[in-house]
């Protein structure tokens, strides 16, 4: 005999907590379909209902044919489908829980190394403190340095002598 469902195993608090804003109605109506269904089988008896064949066997006047029906009727066995995609799904979890477990991993890595970015700037001199000798020394690449690598104003590489535009094609010097 299958086991009988007695209430909803759905959490449906926490079901209703993932589900964005613009799918709560198809959540409502999934919800509605579920809930009628459970009435439905709660509405019915667990067993089928007992029939008493004494009462029978005195009223029809064939003999034989209350019995026949009789072993028909406790012979019917109403079957229950198997479940076979729980190992299935089952099977998906494992591989979604690998998956998450490398995503956690991966963003742990990219948030360590975020907060290791975040403390060298905070232990920087804050920008409007600074002078330029000072931010020279906090981002060499990015300061203006006269004496090593002299630039001419607006001081963008597109404005300096030996600026090469890297679409165009390098002309031959034919």
Known sequence: MAKRISQSSINWAALAERVP???KSNLAAFKVKSDGYLRRVLASPPEPPKINWAAYKQVVPIPGMVDNF???YEALKVPYPTDTM???VDAQWGEIKKAIEAFVQESNKNI???QQQMD???ALLPYNQMTL???KDAHPELALDPINKPTFWPHTPEEQPDYVDPEKPAQSGH
């Open 120 to 122: 060298e700037l905070n």
């Open 70 to 72: 009789q072993k028909q």
């Open 21 to 23: 804003a613009e799918q």
């Open 133 to 135: 000798e000072d931010f």
């Open 112 to 114: 360590a190394k975020y």
């Open 86 to 88: 729980s190992a299935k």
